[in-house]
């Protein structure tokens, strides 16, 4: 069987990211996509840039507290957020298969994050079959 994946890049927005990773729950758990549709989020993990997060303790007057929980969200980095939906369909499946691969980049949290729809016989398959693979 022969998986499709769509890949959905929502930048630095990970509300968004959020949003649709409610919508997919939504539809696994309605539609019974328990194995046929997965996910897996793909973050950069920079540990260089957690590590310049970090600050010195703010010795001043009054409320340091909040202020130092100000400065640190101001220097939280935002990274890219990208999605990976796996559809893991069957051979007689294929007007599901075909229904879901139409209908996910047309919905709201999904159409700004430019979809790319990758097929087994795409350049781009393998690698990004081990890419999904390797994801946690």
């Not at 769509?6 to 539809?27: G, I, P, S, T, Y």
């Given at each position: 069987m022969a998986h499709i994946y769509m890949l959905f890049d929502f930048a630095e927005d990970e509300e968004?990211?959020?949003?649709?990773?409610?919508?997919?729950?939504?539809?696994?758990?309605?539609?019974?996509?328990?194995?046929?549709?997965?996910?897996k989020f793909d973050r950069p993990a920079d540990d260089e840039e957690t590590e310049e997060?970090?600050?010195?303790?703010?010795k001043t007057k009054g409320s340091s507290k909040s202020r130092s929980k100000a400065a640190k969200e101001e220097e939280v980095v935002k990274a890219p957020v990208k999605?990976?939906?796996?559809?893991?369909?069957?051979g007689h499946e294929k007007l599901s298969e075909q229904r879901w691969i139409d209908r996910i980049p047309t919905e709201e949290p999904f159409q700004a994050a430019s979809p790319a729809i990758?097929?087994?016989?795409?350049?781009?398959?393998?690698?990004?079959?081990?890419?999904?693979?390797?994801l946690g």
């Amino acid at each position: 069987m022969a998986h499709i994946y769509m890949l959905f890049d929502f930048a630095e927005d990970e509300e968004k990211a959020q949003q649709a990773r409610h919508k997919l729950e939504v539809w696994k758990q309605a539609f019974r996509l328990d194995k046929k549709l997965l996910y897996k989020f793909d973050r950069p993990a920079d540990d260089e840039e957690t590590e310049e997060v970090e600050e010195k303790p703010v010795k001043t007057k009054g409320s340091s507290k909040s202020r130092s929980k100000a400065a640190k969200e101001e220097e939280v980095v935002k990274a890219p957020v990208k999605l990976l939906v796996r559809l893991a369909f069957s051979g007689h499946e294929k007007l599901s298969e075909q229904r879901w691969i139409d209908r996910i980049p047309t919905e709201e949290p999904f159409q700004a994050a430019s979809p790319a729809i990758i097929k087994a016989n795409d350049e781009k398959y393998e690698e990004t079959e081990k890419q999904f693979e390797n994801l946690g």
